[in-house]
């Protein structure tokens, strides 16, 4: 787990400019992408369906408003 605590994500918003992730986001990711994978709903073999994106951006709102994370660019 301590790779992960010192992993650094970034990612382009639509102005082009880069947004730095900080922990409670990246952790909040991971678990909500692990459940979609164990659902079901988004999961195809190896890969997620269209639309997981839209429904991660859902997820993400509910609990991180204010990190405004959107399924293009943040997500994507």
Known sequence: ???????SVS???S????RKWILEEDVVLVAY???L???GTYNVDTRFKVGYLNELERMLEKVLPHAMLKSKPNLE
């Open 33 to 35: 992408m692990v459940d």
């Open 1 to 7: 787990m301590s790779g992960f605590s010192q992993l």
């Open 37 to 39: 994978y164990n659902i």
């Open 15 to 18: 102005q082009g400019t880069k």
């Open 11 to 13: 990612s382009q918003n």
